[in-house]
């Protein structure tokens, strides 16, 4: 039964991250990767504060772990895309700009994570 709940969290998780790169299109170019940045920063967020309610303090039932952190979040967020655009930035030319997502990239999901889980400890 595990695998119907991360595939269920899996198919959502893709849904939600066509969204948002649709809604991101007009602001995204091929020049940065604004949508898989946004992506996997929400993600990265999201993830922090489910840590705390599921793991630490148990404030939702197990099997929500197996539906958004590994299903939803697993394809909401994409390390593969983010890889590629970074490729993709640096062959066309735009080295500076690989650089740049590379690093903020990192920098903002670690940021992010680590302010989710300190805010949902407070509560």
């Known amino acids: 039964m595990h695998w119907i709940s991360v595939a269920l969290g899996g198919a959502l998780g893709a849904v ?8 991101l ?16 920063v929400a993600g990265s967020l999201l993830m922090g504060v489910l840590y705390v309610l599921i793991l630490e303090k148990g404030g ?7 539906i958004l952190m590994v299903g939803f979040l697993g ?7 983010f890889s590629l655009d970074a490729i993709s930035l640096w062959q066309n030319g735009g080295q500076l700009a690989a ?3 590379v690093i ?4 903002l999901c670690l ?11 407070l509560f």
């Open 16 to 23: 939600c991250r066509y969204w948002v790169s649709i809604c």
């Open 75 to 81: 394809a909401f967020t994409t390390f593969s895309t």
């Open 60 to 66: 939702l039932p197990e099997q929500a772990r197996n």
């Open 104 to 107: 903020s990239t990192v920098a």
């Open 25 to 40: 299109l007009p602001v995204t170019s091929y020049k940065f990767p604004f949508a898989t940045l946004s992506v996997n």
């Open 99 to 101: 650089l740049i997502y």
């Open 111 to 121: 940021v992010a994570i680590i302010f989710a889980i300190w805010l949902t400890r």
